[in-house]
């Protein structure tokens, strides 16, 4: 059966990793040749301090809403160097907007918590609010350019990014998102309607990786980070063979 598994991925053109280690984002970015991540939802600066742990020296553009938090967030990028940080948040059109900021500052949004979030982290709670500018995507980029990857890790508000960046989400060579399997935030999507979503613009999933567990079921997943790809010439081709 394997021999049988392997020969059909060797005709699609699928590399079978096997035992191989496992491919990851960097892997991603050195093998796309990404040269500008934009950083949506960049919190006090974890994600980009992430990718020069693991060996990126492009640049970053990061977007934070969160007052507290853009603070210690332009103090990192500003020390960087390569690395720029702004105050505001992004959406499906410009404005101002209201952010529910939660005890938990990563866990903030411009979503309601769902009435099952506090389920899974009782620091989802709400313990203030901020009025904040919001900007599209499309607006914010225009100037930039290089390869890009796009990182959109916004509670519940991706799909209202993504809609406000039509001609940005045409330039990714990838956009990585965090994916909800649980709603934890009222209206926001889950993890099957992202992908249709996703399926539609024209991109299918790279690398999937749980990134929260449930916090009264230890072994099920409640979010995953999600790294899609433009659907390539390649891939139709394999299509039409099968």
């Not at 105050?87 to 529910?100: D, F, K, M």
Request: some cysteine; aromatic content about 8%; glycine content about 10%.
């Amino acid at each position: 059966m394997k021999r049988i598994v392997r020969a059909l991925y060797k005709r699609l053109g699928i590399i079978h990793v096997g035992r191989r280690r496992v491919r990851d984002l960097i892997d991603f970015i050195e093998d796309r040749k990404i040269e500008l991540v934009i950083d949506v939802g960049a919190n006090v600066g974890q994600f980009g301090e992430s990718l020069r742990a693991g060996g990126y020296k492009g640049r970053i553009v990061s977007f934070e809403p969160i007052r507290s938090a853009f603070q210690t967030l332009q103090r990192k990028a500003t020390a960087d160097g390569n690395w720029e940080a702004h105050h505001c948040g992004l959406g499906s059109h410009s404005g101002a907007a209201v952010l529910n900021v939660s005890q938990l500052s990563v866990c903030s949004s411009f979503l309601e918590p769902s009435s099952v979030a506090g389920l899974h982290d009782s620091r989802t709670a709400v313990v203030r609010t901020e009025e904040t500018s919001m900007r599209t995507l499309d607006e914010v980029s225009a100037g930039l350019r290089g390869n890009i990857l796009l990182k959109i890790d916004t509670q519940g508000y991706e799909r209202q990014v993504i809609e406000g960046g039509g001609e940005t989400i045409r330039r990714a060579a990838g956009i990585l998102m965090e994916l909800p399997v649980i709603r934890m935030y009222e209206g926001e999507w889950q993890f099957h309607e992202a992908l249709q979503f996703m399926s539609e613009a024209g991109f299918v999933p790279a690398q999937i990786q749980a990134v929260g567990y449930h916090g009264r079921d230890h072994v099920s997943a409640v979010e995953f980070d999600c790294l899609f790809r433009p659907v390539s010439q390649v891939d139709e081709q394999n299509s039409l063979r099968v």
